[in-house]
Every structure is written in C-alpha cells, then in structure tokens.
C-alpha cells in the first residue's frame, strides 16, 4: 500500500472542497430564509465542524483554528445571540471565502493567511467584539502528540457504519509509527478499515507513543479485534465500540459484535461506496476503448471476409462484450452538473449586489450528466453568460418597477438532455438586446451590410460575439469588453458544441449552449464525397432524406430542399470540402441544424452511423477550418469530423 | 568546461540520408522517431499543396508533408516510398520521400552553408558538399522550419 502524503492532501483538498460548497449553498439558503431557517443554519456549522476535525487530522492547525473562531460564532448566531443582520451575512461569506483560500494554502503554510485575519476580525466587529478567544496565527504540535485517547466524537471520518477501535499504545514503545502501521495493517486482514484518526500517514510517521482510533467493518468478535491490534506490538489498551451512536462506552467494556450486526452494517456500507478515481485514469481507459472499438471494427472487417460461422459467432459475442464496456466507460466518466453549478448561488450573489440589481437565481436539470472532462471545461463559459445576463440583460430595479416588471429579475440557469446532447440554457427576463443599437454598431464596423433592416436571433450572436463589438455603455468590472459572448462560441466550438441567441424585445434572453455528452467518444454518420469517406456527428442531425423525388427544387439561381413547409438551402458536401469530379446519380440529403437554422447537406452516399473515436490531429496552416477532429474507419484510414454548426457560418 | 573528448562528440552530426524530388537529402537523426512504408493518405481540404494529408501510424494521426511537391516536383503516387516520422516545432508529423538511404556521421565542420537562392526559405539548414557522404551534395533538412511552415500553431 502506499503512504504518499500528497494522495492525502489530494483526498483532503476533494473533500473539504465539498464541504465548502455546501457551507456556501447553506448560506445562500440562511440569506433568503433569514433567523428563522435553524435547518440551513445547522447545515453551516456541520460543514465547518467536519472541516475543522479533517483538518486536525491533516495537522492543519492554523485552519483548524479558524473553523474554531467561525463555529464559536456560529454557535451564538444559533443561539439567538447575535442579529441575523446582511452585515453579518457578508460577514460569512466573506469567511467562507478566506476558509477556502486557507484550505487551499494548508499544505503549504502552517500559518493562518491575511485573508483569515482579516474576516475574523469581520466577524468579530459585526459580532460585537466578543469573540470566545484570540485568534492566533502560530503552528502547533500535532493532536496525535497529545497522550490522552482522541476524541473521535469531534472528527468526523469516524462517523460510519462499523465499530470504533481506540487503541493506545504503551509508554516505552519502540517505533511507534511502525507498530501503529503494523496495526491498523493487522486489522485490515479481517475486515476493511474505513477511516482512521489519525491519518495512516500521521500515524505512520509518529516518533512518540500514540492514541489512536479508527473505524473498522468486519464480522470478526470483539475479541479477534482486540488480538489482532495486541499482535502488531506495544499495545497499552485496546477498546471497541460496537454502540455505533453511543461512542462512549465503558472504557473497560469491550462489546462483543453480533454477527447478525456486522452482517447489517456490512450491507449498509455496500450501497454508500465509492471509489475516487483519477481522472486521467479514466482518460487512458477511454483512450484503450477507442483501440479496442478501431481494433473491433477491423476484425469484423476480416471476417466478414473469411465468412466462417463459429469465427462470426465468437466476433459477435466480442462486440457485444466491448459495446458494453463502452457504455460502463462512458457512464464512469459521467458526472452530474450540480458539481459545478453548485458555484453559481454564490457567485451569482455577489455579483448581483455589487451590481445593485435584485435577483431570483434557480437552476434546474441539477442532476443531468456529462462527461466530466466537459463539465470542467464548460464552467468558465457558464460563469461569462451568467455575468451578462446580470449586467446587461437584468436591470435595475427601479427600472423593472418602471417597466411593470417584478422589481427581481429572473435568472434560470438549466441543463436538459436533447438527444445525442446536452442543453445547457441561461436565460433572463431582462430588457433583451437592444437589436438597433447592434445593427448599428455592425454596421459602423462593417460586419452588416448597410441595406439590412433588422437583425434576426442568428445574425444577432453573429454580432455580439465579433470581438471588441460590445453595446455596454460603460465597461464594467465583470462583463463588456466585448470578449464575453466570443470568448463562449470559441470554447463551446471546441467542445463539438454550438450557441443559440433568443431575445425577444423587452423579454428577456436566452443563450442556449448545446454540448455532446462526451467528447472522446461520438455517434457520427459516416458519409462518402467522392471518393472521401466525412464523419457527421449526430449533435447536428436531424434527418436524412433522399435525394430526388420533388424534394429539391430550383429557386430564384439555387437548389432549395422543400421539406415539409419548410425551403432549406442546399450545401454541397463535394463543394464544402472543395472537391472536384461529377457527383454521382443517387444521391442523399442529410438535414442538419443549428438553433433555429436548417440546412440541407447533399452527399453522394451515406455509409451508415457508427460511434466513432475522436482524435486529435495538427492542422496545416490555410486548411479549413470545418473539422472538429478525425476519426479511423475500420479499414485504418483517418477520416475527417465535420463541424456541423459552422457549416452555417457561410451560408 | 568541456572536455576535448566531448567537444569532438559534438562537432559530429549523425544524419539520415534519404532522397526526395531526384535530389540526395538529409536530417538530424536525434529528431527521426522512426520510417514506415508510404501509405494513402486522407486529403486535408484547403492544406497547401505539399501537405498530402492525414495518416494512420499504429492509432496516432499524424500530417505528413511531400518534401518534393515542396521543392518543385510533381506530387508522388499514393502509397509510393517511405514516410519518415519526425518531431520538429514541437509537433510529432510525417515526411514523405521516395527512398531511405543510410545514416552517416558528418563532421559539422564539413557543412556549408546554403545561399539564400537554395535554402528554400529556411527548409534547407545547410549543405553537405560533394565528396562528404558520396558523390553527390546533399540538402540537410530543418524540422522545426517545416513544421513552422505547414502545421498552424
């Protein structure tokens, strides 16, 4: 096993991360439901006592202390002793804001930041100036030196099913990191050991006799117990709770587990484990299933040749075992947007306040998934559109008022599963976009033609996301330098996504970005041009028609596809990709979308729909820039990922 | 301060010896990751010319460049010749050649070099004079400068 203190750190930093936004998400709710909300109040103080036994354990003193000051103050705001006041709520925030960047710094520094000073003195000053004790910035010698038994009840890694060993070890022990190690390595020959206080790696490194305790889930007796930690050595006293809710037992008492308990607990933990795992584990998992997929296609290819039954059999079984796979993969890597829109509360706040504007900020779709390498890429974009929809769409109140509207704006952010897609949506019932004030602005900068009237919702994002072309009459500290909306479209390009514009006047906007629920990994439509085999990814596909048939009809110098009551343009995939040569006879039509916007993609033959692997390549200089990727077909060849949605940049 | 062993180390360039467009040619051996057979390409629409596209090496996409187109001479058949597989410019991409010949260790001393007439706006490093590798001069190859030309960012 490994002992290796930045896995701990790693593992600490996750999980005091955690704690930290649900201490902000708490806030927010203590802010709008005010003194009376005890629920959020309580939910508060629970992730700072969590935070401060995880960094005791961690020998994070300084921190420790903090969270201390905080949940003394905490405590008197529980206990009707202070005003639930906004100052006092700033306050909070604020220190919540210097726990993080204090836990972030921990491993590096022992002692406290200026930004913790600081908002406790906050605190402090809001709280009256009485505060329980002095802060002070200094190390200390770490909790496990203390020779008493630990308090395991204040840390929280020993809440959990199983029972709680406290073991202490003898006075004149020898190598005590060796023994307390040898121990906790004793017990997990019969049974899995949860947590320890301690961390194993405090222990480990221990030169002085320790107290230590950990928690333990195993059907063996409390006897067993207690002889497996006696044989690693230098043991005083040995204590097991098996009370679970009453830790402390009898010291002298050593309660025997029932089978039928530990039978009970072990099936407890069973539907609460997780495993955290690296995510460029996952990364080079995804990596060797796309071999696997390439490689699956070649064989199929092969035998489809060799044309024997058993060997097709076997293959068949093959593919399917591996498709399986795939899809284990994929949901592994998937994580719930709440991860990171979890943020958004907060930050939405402050904005809004710094802003003077009064706003209602829900989020929906919480528990849609995405790929979790997408999810980390698609905050920053998130965080622009927010922004703006609270500068510039959201207005001040007394306009609202003025306008007949609520006095609180309105901000949704959404996520949905749209097919092969995920709908991430924000959207304002702000003033909208002022389409003339735009369209003059382009038109001044040349990017609209001078005879057009009006901007519809597509030539509308055209503008707004040509750098440097902002409508903001003053730039502001958060959003307006006009890099905001191009700045999204570039990123979400990257991603194999596009942006959608609503704004109906005086109504609000909505800005709708649609991202594949993967990236590695696409189901694409493979497609022949000439003698060139393009891969279409579904995210932009809506349909395939023939070609033929009075579909497509010659209007005012150019082939239109009338579909339905709609007149689509036509694009010509030879075309597109530059290609010369006669098209052949029979033809097909794939329909591809973006937002609002349809078009008609000819191709001379449509090879079928595959999930393909996606691959990055380096492009050359002056090639076009269509391609989100390449893919291998499963003859070996490289083949090309069309970028559906900026296929409407030109037409 | 360098030892007199060392510095005679250094004054010796091992180069790969291969031939494009009829010419004799070479490259820094430290940069060639390894020489596989000429494959089909897939085109890269809008690349320039002596870009010949995207090939498939064991699972990697890699551009390969046709160094003849580059000096002039019609494109080469598909399939045709050897690709040598290069890192220049930060970038792991192919060069396609008609035929790999040797690797010969040439004194750095013994290189010359190029006017601007022939250095091919910088693909040309310097030149290996008659009577060095053979009878013919031979066009030592830069990596980087090809990958700075061909590849963006």
Same mark, same amino acid.
């Given at each position: 096993?490994?002992?290796?203190?930045?896995?701990?750190?790693?593992?600490?930093?996750?999980?005091?991360?955690?704690?930290l936004a649900?201490?902000?998400?708490s806030?927010?709710?203590?802010?709008?439901?005010?003194?009376?909300?005890?629920?959020?109040l309580?939910?508060?103080?629970?992730?700072?006592? %969590?935070?401060?036994?995880?960094?005791?354990?961690?020998g994070?003193?300084?921190?420790?202390?903090?969270?201390?000051?905080?949940?003394?103050l905490?405590?008197?705001?529980?206990?009707?002793e202070?005003?639930?006041?906004?100052?006092?709520?700033?306050?909070?925030?604020?220190a919540?804001?210097?726990?993080?960047?204090?836990?972030?710094?921990?491993?590096?520094?022992?002692? #406290?930041?200026?930004?913790?000073?600081?908002? &406790?003195?906050?605190?402090?000053?809001?709280?009256?100036?009485?505060?329980?004790?002095?802060?002070?910035?200094?190390?200390?010698?770490?909790?496990a030196?203390?020779?008493?038994?630990?308090?395991?009840?204040?840390t929280?890694p020993?809440?959990?099913?199983?029972? /709680?060993?406290?073991?202490?070890?003898? #006075?004149?022990?020898?190598?005590?990191?060796?023994?307390?190690?040898?121990?906790?390595?004793?017990?997990?020959a019969?049974?899995?050991?949860?947590?320890?206080?301690?961390t194993?790696?405090?222990?480990?490194?221990?030169t002085?006799?320790?107290?230590?305790?950990?928690?333990?889930?195993?059907?063996?007796?409390?006897?067993?117990?207690?002889?497996?930690v006696?044989?690693a050595?230098?043991?005083?006293q040995?204590?097991?709770?098996?009370?679970?809710?009453?830790?402390?037992s009898?010291?002298?008492?050593?309660?025997?587990?029932?089978?039928?308990e530990a #039978?009970a607990?072990?099936?407890?933990?069973?539907?609460?484990?997780? $495993?955290?795992?690296?995510?460029?584990?996952l990364?080079?998992?995804?990596n060797?299933?796309?071999?696997?997929?390439?490689?699956?296609?070649?064989l199929?290819?092969?035998?489809?040749?060799?044309?024997?039954?058993?060997?097709?059999?076997? &293959?068949?079984?093959?593919?399917?075992l /591996?498709?399986?796979?795939?899809?284990?993969?994929i949901?592994?890597?998937?994580?719930?947007?709440w991860?990171?829109?979890d943020?958004?509360?907060?930050?939405?706040r402050?904005?809004?306040?710094?802003l003077?504007?009064?706003?209602?900020?829900?989020?929906?779709?919480k528990?849609?998934?995405?790929?979790?390498?997408?999810?980390?890429? /698609?905050?920053?974009? $998130?965080v =622009?559109?927010?922004?703006?929809?609270?500068? =510039?769409?959201?207005?001040?109140?007394e306009?609202?008022?003025? #306008?007949?509207?609520?006095?609180?704006?309105?901000?949704?952010?959404s996520?949905?599963?749209?097919?092969?897609?995920?709908?991430?949506?924000?959207?304002?019932?702000?003033?909208?976009?002022?389409?003339?004030?735009?369209?003059?602005?382009a038109?001044?900068?040349?990017?609209?033609?001078?005879?057009v009237?009006?901007?519809?919702?597509?030539?509308?994002?055209?503008?707004?996301? =040509?750098?440097?072309?902002?409508?903001?009459?003053?730039?502001?500290?958060?959003?307006?330098?006009?890099v905001?909306?191009?700045?999204?479209? %570039?990123?979400?390009r990257?991603l194999?996504?596009?942006?959608?514009?609503?704004?109906?006047?005086?109504?609000?906007t909505?800005?709708?970005?649609?991202?594949?629920?993967?990236l590695?990994?696409?189901?694409?439509?493979?497609?022949?041009?000439?003698?060139?085999?393009?891969a279409?990814?579904l995210t932009?596909?809506?349909?395939?028609l023939?070609?033929?048939?009075?579909?497509?009809q =010659?209007?005012?110098?150019r082939?239109?596809?009338?579909?339905?009551?709609?007149?689509?343009?036509?694009?010509?995939?030879?075309?597109?990709?530059?290609?010369?040569?006669?098209?052949?006879?029979?033809?097909?039509?794939?329909?591809?979308?973006?937002?609002?916007?349809?078009?008609?993609?000819?191709?001379?033959? &449509?090879?079928?729909?595959?999930?393909?692997? $996606?691959?990055?390549?380096?492009?050359?200089?002056?090639?076009?820039?269509?391609?989100?990727?390449a893919?291998?077909?499963?003859?070996?060849?490289?083949a090309?990922?069309?970028?559906?949605?900026?296929?409407?940049?030109?037409? | 301060?360098?030892?007199?062993?060392?510095?005679?180390?250094?004054?010796? *360039?091992?180069? @790969?010896?291969?031939?494009?467009?009829?010419?004799l040619?070479?490259?820094?051996?430290?940069?060639?990751?390894?020489?596989?057979?000429?494959? !089909?390409?897939?085109?890269?629409p809008?690349?320039?010319?002596?870009?010949? +596209?995207?090939?498939?090496?064991?699972?990697?996409? @890699?551009?390969?460049?046709?160094?003849?187109?580059?000096?002039?001479?019609?494109?080469?058949?598909?399939?045709?010749?050897?690709?040598?597989v290069?890192? +220049? +410019?930060? *970038? @792991?991409?192919?060069?396609?050649?008609?035929? !790999?010949?040797?690797?010969?260790?040439?004194?750095?001393?013994a290189?010359?070099?190029?006017?601007?007439?022939?250095?091919?706006?910088? !693909?040309?490093?310097?030149?290996?004079?008659?009577?060095?590798?053979?009878?013919?001069?031979?066009?030592?190859?830069?990596?980087?400068?090809?990958?700075?030309?061909?590849?963006?960012g």
């Amino acid at each position: 096993m490994s002992l290796d203190p930045a896995r701990y750190a790693e593992l600490f930093r996750t999980e005091s991360r955690e704690q930290l936004a649900t201490m902000n998400r708490s806030l927010l709710l203590l802010e709008q439901g005010g003194a009376d909300d005890q629920d959020s109040l309580s939910a508060v103080f629970r992730a700072v006592h %969590t935070v401060k036994g995880m960094c005791a354990t961690m020998g994070y003193h300084a921190v420790a202390e903090f969270a201390h000051e905080l949940e003394s103050l905490l405590d008197r705001v529980r206990r009707g002793e202070l005003a639930h006041a906004p100052a006092l709520m700033d306050a909070l925030f604020a220190a919540a804001d210097a726990f993080e960047g204090g836990l972030d710094s921990a491993s590096d520094t022992s002692l #406290a930041t200026p930004e913790m000073t600081a908002a &406790l003195q906050r605190l402090h000053d809001v709280a009256g100036g009485t505060a329980t004790g002095e802060f002070r910035a200094r190390p200390q010698e770490p909790m496990a030196a203390h020779g008493a038994l630990v308090d395991v009840a204040a840390t929280d890694p020993l809440d959990g099913p199983g029972v /709680i060993v406290r073991v202490r070890q003898s #006075a004149d022990a020898i190598l005590p990191g060796v023994r307390a190690f040898l121990a906790v390595e004793k017990l997990r020959a019969i049974g899995a050991v949860m947590a320890t206080s301690p961390t194993e790696e405090v222990l480990r490194e221990a030169t002085t006799p320790q107290a230590f305790a950990l928690r333990l889930v195993t059907t063996a007796s409390a006897s067993a117990i207690e002889a497996a930690v006696r044989s690693a050595g230098d043991v005083a006293q040995v204590e097991v709770d098996a009370s679970g809710q009453v830790r402390r037992s009898t010291r002298a008492t050593i309660a025997v587990v029932r089978e039928g308990e530990a #039978a009970a607990v072990r099936a407890a933990s069973r539907t609460t484990r997780f $495993v955290r795992m690296d995510l460029a584990r996952l990364d080079a998992l995804m990596n060797l299933m796309g071999e696997l997929m390439i490689t699956r296609g070649r064989l199929l290819q092969l035998s489809a040749g060799i044309g024997d039954a058993a060997l097709d059999d076997t &293959l068949q079984h093959a593919s399917r075992l /591996i498709a399986e796979l795939q899809t284990e993969i994929i949901t592994a890597r998937m994580v719930p947007v709440w991860q990171v829109f979890d943020r958004f509360p907060r930050l939405v706040r402050d904005a809004a306040r710094q802003l003077g504007k009064d706003v209602n900020f829900v989020i929906e779709g919480k528990d849609i998934e995405l790929d979790r390498s997408l999810l980390d890429e /698609i905050g920053e974009p $998130v965080v =622009h559109l927010l922004r703006n929809a609270l500068d =510039h769409g959201i207005e001040a109140p007394e306009v609202r008022v003025a #306008a007949g509207k609520p006095a609180a704006g309105r901000l949704v952010l959404s996520a949905a599963r749209d097919r092969a897609s995920v709908l991430i949506r924000v959207s304002d019932d702000g003033r909208g976009i002022d389409r003339a004030k735009v369209l003059a602005r382009a038109q001044a900068a040349g990017l609209v033609d001078a005879t057009v009237r009006e901007l519809d919702d597509e030539q509308l994002l055209r503008c707004i996301a =040509h750098p440097g072309l902002s409508t903001a009459e003053q730039v502001s500290d958060l959003s307006g330098r006009g890099v905001g909306v191009d700045a999204v479209q %570039t990123k979400v390009r990257a991603l194999g996504g596009s942006v959608e514009l609503r704004s109906p006047p005086g109504l609000g906007t909505t800005m709708t970005v649609r991202l594949p629920i993967t990236l590695a990994i696409v189901r694409a439509l493979l497609a022949r041009a000439g003698t060139e085999c393009y891969a279409l990814p579904l995210t932009h596909v809506r349909e395939t028609l023939e070609y033929g048939g009075g579909a497509v009809q =010659h209007v005012k110098g150019r082939d239109v596809l009338v579909l339905r009551d709609e007149l689509l343009p036509l694009l010509d995939l030879r075309q597109v990709v530059r290609q010369g040569g006669a098209p052949g006879k029979a033809r097909e039509i794939v329909v591809i979308e973006r937002g609002d916007r349809r078009s008609g993609l000819v191709v001379d033959e &449509l090879l079928g729909q595959q999930e393909i692997v $996606v691959k990055p390549f380096d492009a050359p200089r002056e090639g076009l820039a269509l391609f989100s990727g390449a893919t291998i077909l499963a003859d070996g060849a490289p083949a090309l990922i069309v970028d559906v949605g900026s296929l409407f940049q030109g037409t | 301060m360098a030892s007199i062993e060392s510095t005679a180390d250094l004054d010796v *360039k091992r180069l @790969l010896l291969f031939r494009a467009a009829g010419r004799l040619c070479a490259c820094d051996l430290s940069v060639v990751r390894e020489i596989v057979a000429a494959r !089909v390409a897939t085109r890269l629409p809008g690349a320039p010319a002596w870009v010949m +596209g995207l090939i498939n090496v064991r699972g990697t996409l @890699l551009t390969v460049m046709d160094l003849a187109v580059r000096f002039g001479a019609p494109r080469s058949a598909d399939g045709v010749g050897s690709v040598i597989v290069v890192a +220049g +410019g930060g *970038k @792991l991409f192919g060069l396609r050649v008609d035929s !790999v010949r040797d690797v010969r260790a040439v004194a750095d001393a013994a290189l010359e070099p190029v006017d601007d007439q022939r250095n091919a706006d910088g !693909v040309v490093r310097a030149l290996v004079p008659a009577g060095v590798v053979g009878d013919e001069s031979a066009l030592v190859c830069d990596m980087d400068a090809i990958a700075r030309e061909a590849l963006a960012g």
